[in-house]
């Protein structure tokens, strides 16, 4: 019976290799943190990217055991556990893979894309408004120096 199967991308393959496919693409953008590929393939395998850098906030020996049986190799995931343990992620709540789009591929036009692990922090919304924008000098003072010019002359 399949219960329960239809949710999830399929990829064009059947469950079994789009299991393996979407491992090994997560273990390699553990790896290499970049990776380019197909956009659905990349929008697949997001989510396992993001709930492995949670389990790796949260360091302990159930979530390492959740995220080696996700990846798939033990020392990538102690090198994600270490960097998450050093702060990596500490101020990002989500949002840890950022999408780019290159554009179609050559022979069949298929979205090719690059994705990769969010390394930068998280910038305050208020703050950045403000420090961005500069004030403008008021007319009348713009005035006074132009009746001085006059003066001058």
Same mark, same amino acid.
């Given at each position: 019976?399949?219960?329960?199967k239809k949710r999830g991308? @399929?990829? %064009?393959?059947? /469950?079994?290799?789009? #299991?393996?496919? @979407? +491992?090994?693409?997560?273990? &390699?953008?553990?790896?290499?943190? !970049?990776?380019?590929? =197909?956009?659905?393939?990349?929008?697949?395998? #997001?989510?396992?990217?993001? !709930?492995? $850098?949670?389990? &790796?906030?949260?360091?302990? =020996?159930?979530? *390492? +055991? =959740? &995220?080696? #049986?996700? $990846? %798939?190799?033990?020392? =990538? $995931? *102690?090198?994600?556990?270490?960097?998450?343990?050093?702060?990596?992620?500490?101020?990002?709540?989500?949002?840890?893979? +950022?999408?780019?789009?290159?554009?179609? *591929?050559?022979?069949? &036009?298929?979205?090719? $894309?690059?994705?990769?692990?969010?390394?930068?922090?998280?910038? @305050? /919304?208020?703050?950045? %408004?403000?420090?961005?924008? @500069?004030?403008?000098?008021?007319?009348?003072?713009?005035?006074?120096?132009?009746?001085?010019?006059?003066?001058?002359?």
């Amino acid at each position: 019976m399949r219960h329960n199967k239809k949710r999830g991308m @399929k990829l %064009g393959t059947d /469950a079994s290799h789009t #299991r393996a496919m @979407k +491992r090994g693409l997560v273990a &390699a953008l553990f790896a290499n943190d !970049r990776i380019k590929t =197909l956009e659905p393939r990349a929008k697949a395998i #997001r989510s396992d990217v993001d !709930r492995v $850098v949670t389990w &790796a906030k949260r360091g302990d =020996l159930h979530a *390492r +055991r =959740l &995220a080696i #049986r996700l $990846v %798939g190799d033990k020392e =990538l $995931v *102690r090198e994600v556990f270490d960097r998450a343990a050093q702060g990596q992620w500490a101020d990002r709540n989500g949002g840890y893979t +950022r999408i780019m789009r290159l554009g179609p *591929r050559k022979g069949d &036009a298929a979205e090719v $894309v690059i994705i990769e692990l969010v390394t930068e922090s998280v910038r @305050k /919304a208020g703050k950045a %408004g403000s420090s961005s924008v @500069k004030k403008v000098e008021k007319v009348k003072e713009v005035e006074k120096v132009e009746e001085s010019a006059e003066d001058a002359e």
